[in-house]
């Protein structure tokens, strides 16, 4: 159905732990995708190490690099994180931020990749966490999502931050991609300013709000039990509808402004029977 790109500024506003969040509750098939290029953080926190190293996006690109088969090479590098399922996939990242520059090259092909798992059979949703924006940001991935979603805390520290990812958001993806990904604010717990307050400041609609809720974020961070009634994965839950809707009225705007062909004479007389 969609790409979702989760970024934020700096100050770690909780980019992964939402992301995990969306995909224990999304309710299509997901892959979650680490691109982090400071590193992933999945597979030694919430798996806590028990998964094999030798899966995710480092020896998946040295394994396509290798046979030029990306996409055939993509499902024996991901994890399982719902086992047997395989409805909630993950494509954990890198183990070390020195690995980001040499990814540079290739995450535009990353980036067709995750765009076409909505056609494979079964398809899958992508939700890829892109980290904070920076030096080896995988600007890629955001101009080839359908939604951006900046991460901020309601918080001055974390809107300040939010105010130069916003404007880097606009140079490097909004007005360079073509169909351009809708924008739009995941807030993340309390704080002295409201949605209102916020979504005027940056410019861009809040899509989502998460509650802070320690407990669950804790597990995962480090592993433990997810327990879906916990208030950070009702949220996430109730964010997908939102999420899809913005994502619709992207594409509805992207299919209106192309070309309309003119109406032939057996298209009139059909729509007149
Ligand atoms: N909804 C939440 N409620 C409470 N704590 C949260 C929530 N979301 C994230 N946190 C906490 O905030 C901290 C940062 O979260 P997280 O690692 O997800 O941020 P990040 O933006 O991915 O950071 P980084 O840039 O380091 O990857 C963690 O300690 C996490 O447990
Ligand atoms: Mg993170």
Sequence with gaps: ??????????????????????????????????CDPA????????????????RGLMPLTVAALRSGQLTDRLWEHLVDLDPPHRRRLLLPGLSSASQAASLGPLWDGFAALFRSLEYVEPGYDVLVDCGRLGGDTP??????????????????????????????LHRHVTERSDPTPSLGLMVIGPGPYTTQELSAHLGAPTLVQIPRDSGTAVALGFGGSVRRARPLLTSAAAAESTLRTAIAAGRREVSAAAPRPALTAEVTTRGAV
């Design 39 to 54: 590193g992933g953080s999945v597979m030694a926190g919430y798996l806590q190490g028990q998964v094999p190293a030798d």
């Design 139 to 168: 600007w890629p991935l955001l101009r080839a999502a359908d939604l951006v979603a900046l991460v901020v805390r309601p918080t001055l520290p974390s809107v300040s931050a939010s105010v130069s990812a916003v404007a880097e």
């Design 1 to 34: 159905m969609a790409v979702v790109a989760l970024t934020a500024g700096k100050g770690a506003p909780g980019v992964t732990t939402s992301a995990l969040a969306l995909t224990w509750t999304w309710s299509r098939r997901v892959l979650l995708a680490e």
